[in-house]
Structure formats: C-alpha cells, structure tokens
C-alpha cells in the first residue's frame, strides 16, 4: 500500500469526518430506532458472546431486513460491533441505554426540531422560525409551547428540565451571595428556576415575567409546591422593547433565555433589566456559550 503523508492523512480524514457529516441525519434516525424498538436492549441482553441476526429475527420482533439496515447503521456510529458475525453493544451503544443525557438529547432533537430543519434555509433567510409551522401557526415557540403537541411537549421540557435540574444547585449559592430579597425571574416558563429559589430562601421573594400562558404553568407548579404566597407573576410580552420590566429588583435573573433571540433584542432585554434594579441589584445570567464550555461536547453541540 501507498504511504500516506501526514498531509494526505490529514485530507484522509478530514473527507472522513464530512462523510460522517453528510450521512449522520440517517445514523442518527436509525440509533433512535434501534434504542426505541428494543434492538438495542436485545444486543445488550446478549452480553459480550454477541447475538446474530438470525437470532434476533427469530423472536419475531423484527425482520431480517429491518435488522441489516438499522443495525449496520449503528455499526457505522459506533453503537454496535461485530464480532465473528454475531452483534455486541459497544460503549455508544451503551450511553444510548443508559444515560439520560443522551436519551433526553435524541428525543429533544427528533420530536422537537427534526421537521422544523428542514426550514432552516427559508428560517434564516426570513428571520422567522418557518418549521414552527410543523406544530401549529404561532410567531415564536414560546406562544405555543403550552400547546405543543405530544411527544414533542414532553420531550421540550424533559430537555429544558434536565440542564436546568442539574445547573440551579451550583449556581444558587452564587445568587444568593448579596442575600437578595428580591429577585425577577425574566422568562420564567415553567417556574423552575423560581421553586429552586424559593426552597434554597425563606426570606426571598420572587417575580415572574413570561407570556400568560407559561405563567400559568409555572403558577400551576407553585400552587403545588405551596409557595404560591412568595411569588408574584408578571404577564408580559418580552419582545415588546416598549414593555418595562418590573423594577425595584436585587437580582434580574435570566436562565438559557437571551441566546434565544437576536443581539438586538438582547439589547433592549438588558437595557430593560438594568432599569429594573435597585440600588447596588445586578444582572445574573446563566447562558450557553460555545466558548465558554469546560467540555468539547458541549461547545459543539451547543444549539445556536
């Protein structure tokens, strides 16, 4: 064989890696099959002697077809191996099982935004969410999340719940540092930010800002907890540069919400939040930024 250079091993494997590009949609709509109709189960059931085809169709849950096609995707993705013509779950394929993470990622992308990119030309071309379309007739996501329809609602606030479950615990002490006795929760949606507020404080007192049909769900989830006497909610539109945020506030606090929008609508967010502290209050923003991320996994699959 041909030495290659490490100038043709570099072109080798950047033409690799865009190959990996070009056919990831169909890996990843067969991983997804593969973990949803127990394909995936079944290998791992197996154990490390592997399990065939054959043995697999013969349980009657799929055809041998079916098999070939979804399982050598997964090959190709890491997923699965194949050792002597027998089927082994490999380290992806186990993280596709077990890991929540991962699990809630994949629901997250194939119920909330798989038909919606296929209007990323027009979208980004229009500056409007085109594939929205897909759930209902609404200007922005956040009008109609509430009625969004299933599994795309449930796999939404999985998404949303599982960063903000595991980020609030670490970052409370550091809002709580100046002992603030009122705090605005500015895109409120569900209320979690403000029940992990509320438990962590006694003596504070939250605001909420949303549009009225998320705060009703966050109004729901206060009611439940009890907590419903320390909040107050705010219905408002956001996006309305002319709306003035509740003032008065210690802490304007923003969660996974500017990089929503354009910078300019950031703009005006921050120019509104600034108004509405009180004297020596601050901003605190807890955001996904690309370049800020301790891992390379999450710089790269950071939604834009």
Known sequence: ???????RQSAWNARYEAQRIAFGPVVFQCVRHAWKHGML???????????????????????????????????????????????????????????????????????????????????LAAGKPLGLQAFGDWPTLYEGMSQLPEPAKTSWFAFDHFYSDTSFPLVLPDVFATAPRRILDVGANTGRFTLAALAYSDAVEMHLVDLPQQLAAAEAALVQAGLR????????????????????????????????????????????????????????ILDT???????????ETQPG
């Open 41 to 123: 189960d079944a290998v791992a059931r197996a154990g490390g002697a592997g399990i065939t085809t054959a043995e697999l169709a013969a349980t009657g849950r799929w055809t041998a077809y079916a098999l070939k096609v979804v399982l050598e995707s997964c090959l190709t993705g890491g997923v699965v191996r194949l050792a002597e013509g027998r089927w082994v779950l490999d380290k992806a394929g186990g993280c596709v099982l077990g890991d929540r993470m991962t699990q809630v990622n994949i629901d997250w992308i194939h119920d909330v935004c798989w038909k919606g990119l296929f209007e990323l030309d027009g979208s």
């Open 1 to 7: 064989t041909k030495r290659f250079t490490p100038e």
């Open 229 to 284: 006497s320390r909040a107050t909610l705010h219905p408002m539109d956001l996006l309305d540069p002319q709306t003035p945020l509740p003032a008065g506030m210690d802490v304007v606090w923003m969660s996974q919400f500017p990089s929503c929008f354009s910078e300019t609508e950031i703009e005006t967010l921050l120019r509104r939040a600034e108004a509405a502290l009180a004297p020596q209050g601050q901003v605190l």
């Open 289 to 299: 930024l690309w370049d800020r991320q301790q891992h390379d996994i999450a710089a």
